[in-house]
Structures are given as structure tokens and as C-alpha cells.
């Protein structure tokens, strides 16, 4: 019979299976697969071992087993690895019409046409943001620096911080605490003007960034919010800096904000209609 390693403190089993034993190897496995990113798709042993927080000969083994099942496949002339399709055909398992992009498809394919600009939809995820989708749309100008599935610090880039300012307060305070990245001269680490910002973001209900993740771009971006109120994710808009100025504290809402936020509430009320998964 195979024992599977579990985290040491036994719990009591619930219907929800809440506080239940995790089983580490499946937990570990699982470290290894987020390894692999757009920016990082092929990766040596070593260099999942060090990202993956385990050491050199467990990584081995799960890779192997994860190579048996599918999963993974190795360049037999370099040793490097990488996932494979079978990842994908996973991922088609997934309900349709049940995810956030899903329901948001339409809307942030319509509003980059609308706009002549790259919209993105993003999650916190990991103490970091995620892009989910991208939609370019008929825009003349394509920003490509922010990937489906690449990460920004939550310091950088009008949609992180809007993800920032809504995250809870505990988690919060941990990464304002923390070291904070910079991705340009213009990133903002200081961190009573990063405070100061998104005290200013909750209040205003929406956030701009200029030159802080790529030099010459700028964003703008609003919350996406579930039935109860709480932001689950952001809507961005991405373009060339003269073509998203921030919109004046006085002014009336440019044109590219009041299409912005109309898309957030149209897909809020998607969402409180669909059961739906990010």
C-alpha cells in the first residue's frame, strides 16, 4: 500500500473537506506546473527547484512523474523541461460560459474596438497581478507587454494597483512592508506616496499609471465587482501615454473612462446572474 505524505497536523474531516490533511506531493507537484510561465517556458531542474521551493532530488522525481503522466516533456539534448498539450486539453475541461472571461469576452473585445485601445482583464493572485485576457480589438496601437498569464507587481501599473487598494487589509500591510520592485524610474516604491495613491484609487473608484511598467505607456483601469460589493478583478485600458491622460479631479469624465467603467458595471451585472469561475 502507498502512503502519501500529508502536512504533520491531522484535522477533523468536514463535508467540505475544509480542514482536511493537504497531501504534499500533490501540493508540491502543483508548485512545479506554476513554475512555467510565458516569459519562462523552458526551465532546467535547478531552476525549478530554486522557484518551486524545493530541493534538487524531490523536483526530480515529481518531474518524472509528471513527465509519465503527460505533463511534462523533456528535451532530450538540452535536459531543459517544459508542459505539454495535455495541459490544454485540461484547461477545455473547464465549463463553458462558467469563467470570467467568458462572460467578459465580448465586453473587452468591444471596448478595445470602441477604443482603439489594448484592454485587459486582471486578477491578485499570489501577492501579484494576473493578466486573464487581452484584447487588442481594431486598435491601432497593440500592447503586448502584459501577457495572458504574465504577473506585474501590485506596485506597478494602473490595473495592480487598483487590485492593491481593494485587497485585504492584512495582505495589504504585508506588501507595503515588503521591498517594493520597480520596473522603470517611474514605478512607485515609496511607500507613504504608494499609501497615498491607493487611499485616492478607493475613493475615486478608478486608477491611471504612466510610465511606471514601460516607458511611453499609460493605463487607466476600474474595479470589477461581485454581488456583494467585494472587487474580484480589473478592467484596464493600455496605450501610447499621449492617448490616456489621467482625467482631471474637476472635469467631466473623458470619454475613455465613462466606456471603462460602463464595462465594469455591465460585466458586474453578468456576474451576479452566472455562477462562474476566474
Avoid: K
Avoid at 513554475?35 to 518551486?52: K, N
Avoid at 465586453?107 to 501577492?127: I, N, R
Avoid at 471603462?260 to 469561475?277: K, M, Q
Amino acid at each position: 500500500m502507498t502512503a502519501f505524505a500529508t502536512d504533520p497536523q491531522p484535522a477533523a474531516r468536514t463535508g467540505a473537506g475544509d480542514t482536511l490533511s493537504r497531501v504534499r506531493a500533490v501540493s508540491r507537484a502543483i508548485a512545479i506546473l506554476r513554475v512555467f510561465t510565458p516569459d519562462q517556458p523552458y526551465l532546467g531542474l535547478g531552476e525549478i527547484a530554486g522557484q518551486a521551493g524545493l530541493d534538487a532530488g524531490t523536483t526530480r522525481r515529481l518531474l518524472v512523474t509528471l513527465r509519465d503522466e503527460g505533463l511534462i516533456s523533456q528535451d532530450p539534448r538540452t535536459g531543459r523541461y517544459s508542459l505539454t498539450m495535455e495541459m490544454l486539453r485540461l484547461a477545455r475541461a473547464v465549463p463553458e460560459g462558467r469563467s470570467l472571461r467568458d462572460l467578459a469576452a465580448d465586453l473587452l473585445h468591444g471596448l478595445a474596438d470602441q477604443l482603439g485601445l489594448t484592454v485587459f482583464l486582471s486578477v491578485e493572485q499570489g501577492g501579484e497581478a494576473l493578466c486573464v485576457a487581452r484584447h487588442h480589438g481594431e486598435a491601432p496601437v497593440q500592447v503586448r507587454w502584459w501577457a495572458v498569464g504574465g504577473t506585474l507587481p501590485l506596485n506597478c501599473g494602473a490595473a495592480p494597483r487598483l487590485l492593491l487598494a481593494w485587497l485585504d487589509p492584512v495582505r495589504q500591510s504585508a506588501f507595503l512592508n515588503a521591498p517594493l520592485p520597480a520596473l522603470t524610474g517611474h514605478s512607485l516604491t515609496d511607500r507613504d506616496a504608494l499609501q497615498a495613491d491607493i487611499a485616492a484609487i478607493r475613493a475615486r473608484g478608478w486608477s491611471h499609471a504612466r510610465d511606471d511598467v514601460a516607458e511611453g505607456l499609460s493605463a487607466l483601469a476600474a474595479p470589477v465587482r461581485d454581488p456583494n460589493g467585494r472587487v474580484i478583478a480589473a478592467v484596464s485600458v493600455g496605450g501610447l501615454s499621449p492617448m490616456i491622460s489621467q482625467p482631471g479631479q474637476d472635469a467631466p469624465r473623458s470619454e475613455t473612462l465613462s466606456a471603462l467603467l460602463a464595462c465594469c458595471s455591465e460585466l458586474a451585472a453578468r456576474i451576479a446572474s452566472n455562477d462562474f469561475t476566474v
